[in-house]
């Protein structure tokens, strides 16, 4: 099984629920650069879900199943649970983050906000060719976010669109 096609087996749905997984199944290759069985994956965790408990709020299920994976959702003022989610997700290409100070000492976290840890992460990984995007998150008070290929901003963008994904520049958080 390589692409979405292999998961297009016993679906009978209308063109709109094909359209949605389809879009669905894109978002998650963007999100997964470079690991298609991690992609896979959570898509067949994303049709569980929605069998389960339908289609009503697509991205909600999304986000459930790419949290630390391939996305993340902190609350806004936890910048350490900021900085471990990106930690995470970098290290599925051997990166690491200077975050300008110590992530692991208290006095870090007193001096700096999302939004600035947001402009490090993001500088440092469009030096490696990655993009790190904030989304709209159900919840105010939270950041979301996912990183993707930097050469696949205009792709992320119009997918986005179409998903209905408020989506911007983790530079412009």
């Known amino acids: 099984m390589n692409d979405y096609d292999d998961y297009d087996d016993e679906r009978d749905g209308d063109d709109a629920e094909d359209t949605l997984e389809s879009q669905v199944w894109q978002l998650l290759q963007l999100i997964n650069p470079g690991d298609e069985d991690g992609a896979m994956q959570q898509f067949s965790e994303y049709r569980d879900l929605v069998d389960e408990e339908g289609d009503d709020d697509p991205m909600r299920i999304v986000a459930q199943v ?24 970098v290290a599925r290409w051997n990166l690491q983050i200077d975050w300008d100070g110590d992530p692991d000492d208290d006095e870090f976290h007193e001096d700096v906000d999302g939004a600035e840890l947001f402009g490090r992460a993001f500088d440092q990984l469009n030096e490696h060719g990655y993009t790190l995007w904030a989304r709209e998150a159900d919840e105010d008070g939270v950041y979301a976010g996912w990183i993707t290929r930097s050469s696949d901003d205009e792709s992320m963008r119009l997918l986005a669109t179409a998903l209905g994904i408020n989506l911007r520049l983790g530079s412009q958080v």
């Not at 806004?76 to 900085?83: K, L």
């Open 66 to 89: 790419t949290d630390w994976r391939s996305g993340f959702e902190v609350d806004a003022d936890d910048t350490r649970g900021f900085v471990d989610a990106i930690n995470e997700l």
